[in-house]
T-cell receptor
């Protein structure tokens, strides 16, 4: 089956710093790739997705590019804010039928002012 | 429009009791999923429903766990004879028919504490 490996944190940054959270995967075929975010005390929210190779997903200043050559989907943001403090999960379908998602272990981001 | 809703938001129970967790998917979503989020295990898939087809129960950790989906909409996850290791956040998600490209939308979760 498919698998995902995500950089573990915690990551602590000052406001306006540059953020990268690494995610690599193995997959059969070319499934969609996802980043989900979980704010304190809340459920999972879709942050962004990419559906095919070289696609760039973006939302709220975050970006991630579906890299087939390096099997990566790293999350980046040029200038983080305190409100970005959350746990970030990289995810992809567990199989070609897409009947379940598999998630990385999550990266906790703390941004201080 | 309304997102995925789950109830209760928090549940405290005593070891050995049964609990029922409810999920109401997004209207029009035929696929429904349950996941468990715990400190030690991260996010784990439990069960998947698609329409009236037989569910994929491959993620259920023991026969104490079961789920049903009535009328292709609301789902209930039941845990019998709860154990302390069942303490976790139980997340429900829904989507259009499952595929390797479809986005799953998650509810806020039910936080279960077994004393």
């Amino acid at each position: 089956g498919n698998s995902v490996t995500q950089m573990e944190g915690p990551v602590t940054l000052s406001e306006e710093a540059f953020l990268t959270i690494n995610c690599t995967y193995t997959a059969t075929g070319y499934p969609s790739l996802f980043w989900y975010v979980q704010y304190p005390g809340e459920g999972l929210q879709l942050l962004l997705k990419a559906t095919k190779a070289d696609d760039k997903g973006s939302n709220k200043g975050f970006e991630a590019t579906y890299r087939k050559e390096t099997t990566s989907f790293h999350l980046e943001k040029g200038s983080v804010q305190v409100s970005d403090s959350a746990v970030y999960f990289c995810a992809l379908p567990a199989n070609q039928a897409g009947t379940a998602l598999i998630f990385g272990k999550g990266t906790t981001l703390s941004v201080s002012s | 429009g309304a997102g995925v809703s789950q109830s209760p938001s928090n549940k405290v129970t005593e070891k050995g009791k049964d609990v029922e967790l409810r999920c109401d998917p997004i209207s029009g979503h035929t696929a429904l999923y349950w996941y468990r989020q715990s400190l030690g295990q991260g996010l784990e898939f439990l069960i998947y429903f698609q329409g009236n087809s037989a569910p994929d129960k491959s993620g259920l950790p023991s026969d104490r766990f079961s789920a049903e989906r009535t009328g292709g909409s609301v789902s209930t996850l039941t845990i019998q004879r709860t154990q302390q290791e069942d303490s976790a956040v139980y997340l429900c998600a829904s989507s259009l028919p499952a595929s390797s490209r479809e986005t799953q939308y998650f509810g806020p979760g039910t936080r279960l504490l077994v004393l």
